[in-house]
């Protein structure tokens, strides 16, 4: 089993930036690739951004890229999303998600193993 915990959510102004971690810890595996997903008030979960072990591919939703970066530090069993130029409709519950492989499914919820219990991200206009 994998925990994953998420922190750094708040309340920001729009244009204003929030950095995400989420620590995993539990079960070791020599890779795994991580998923940030969100959800808003009565809409599906969404893919926001995704990284391989390495950290070598990366992969943004078209709604975030040029704003968000996805990174990790796997000394720290940590992924980052560092998240600028924040728009009110950023406004989610953002997860993130454990994968033991970045394969096609990277876009899907189903694609994950493990998931954090969320932290809300509150962007006022």
């Known amino acids: 089993q994998v925990q994953l915990v998420e922190s750094g959510g708040g309340l920001v102004q729009a244009g204003g930036s929030l950095r995400l971690s989420c620590a995993a810890s539990?079960?070791?595996?020599?890779?795994?690739?991580m998923g940030w997903f969100r959800q808003a008030p009565g809409k599906e979960r969404d893919f926001v951004a995704a990284i391989s072990w390495s950290g070598g591919s990366t992969y943004y939703a078209d709604s975030v890229k040029g704003r968000f970066a996805i990174s990790r530090d796997n000394a720290k069993n940590t992924v980052y999303l560092q998240m600028n130029s924040l728009k009110p409709e950023d406004t989610a519950v953002y997860y993130c998600?454990?994968?033991?492989?970045?394969?096609?499914?990277?876009?899907?919820?189903?694609?994950?193993?493990?998931w954090g219990q969320g932290t809300q991200v509150t962007v006022s206009s």
């Open positions: 998600a454990f994968a033991r492989v970045l394969g096609s499914t990277f876009k899907y919820a189903y694609g994950y193993d493990y």
């Open positions: 539990g079960r070791t595996y020599s890779s795994y690739a």
